[in-house]
Structure formats: structure tokens, C-alpha cells
Nanobody, 124 residues
Framework: VQLQASGGGLVQAGGSLRLSCAAS????????MGWFRQAAGKEREFVAA????????YYAESVKGRFTISRDNVKNTISLQMNSLKPEDAAVYYC??????????????????WGQGTLVTVSS
């Protein structure tokens, strides 16, 4: 499985970016997917997740109301629409595939394949 994240860049505080992640396998549509981020000097943290059908979404408290995760199971992609960006949102963002049979969407060990990351920089 290969995951290719894209869409990062430099944006001013208050601006928007849309990240995308393309998956290489047709079985993509049967897996939950998530976005994580890692700021410089910090641990990787959960941002958002979407279940296999796109019918359920989960967000970290810090991004609720500003970020929206979605998926397109025909195109094998997930997206993260990020609005009202803050300097503290700056990080490398990773998409990941969640393994089966787990119960905590926010837990890193539940994700078995990771993309290479895309850098988001937010200027104040």
C-alpha cells in the first residue's frame, strides 16, 4: 500500500489549505483513514479520521469546527480541508491507513501504513 500526501504549503494565519492523500490499492475503500501531524520537536498527534464509508468522522478538539476530513472511494483519495489556520497548526501532515479491529481512532499504533508527509507552514 502506498499513500501519497500532497497540498501542503505556506499560508497566512486565517487562511485555508486542502490536503489530499492518494492510495494505491483498490481495497482502500474498506479501510478507515486518518490524518496526523507532527510539529517540530513534538510528538505526532491525531488530527482527524474518517471511517471506511465516509459516514463517520472524528476530530481532535484543537481542529473541530475548522478542519473537515472527507474521502472519495472511487478516486481512492482522502482530503483534509483546513480553514482558519493558526500558527499552531504548522506541522508535517501525514495520512495513514487504519488497521482493522481497533477501537481508538486517535491511537497511532492502530494505523499500519503511512504517507510521506506534507509540510504546512502558517505565518502569523
Amino acid at each position: 500500500v502506498q499513500l501519497q500526501a500532497s497540498g501542503g504549503g505556506l499560508v497566512q494565519a486565517g487562511g485555508s489549505l486542502r490536503l489530499s492523500c492518494a492510495a494505491s490499492r483498490r481495497t482502500f475503500s474498506t479501510y478507515d483513514m486518518g490524518w496526523f501531524r507532527q510539529a517540530a520537536g513534538k510528538e505526532r498527534e491525531f488530527v482527524a479520521a474518517v471511517n471506511w464509508s465516509g459516514g463517520r468522522t472524528y476530530y481532535a478538539e484543537s481542529v473541530k469546527g475548522r478542519f473537515t476530513i472527507s474521502r472519495d472511494n472511487v478516486k481512492n483519495t482522502i482530503s483534509l480541508q483546513m480553514n482558519s489556520l493558526k500558527p499552531e497548526d504548522a506541522a508535517v501532515y501525514y495520512c495513514a491507513r487504519r488497521g482493522r479491529g481497533y477501537s481508538n481512532y486517535e491511537a497511532l499504533p492502530e494505523y499500519d501504513y503511512w504517507g510521506q508527509g506534507t509540510l504546512v507552514t502558517v505565518s502569523s
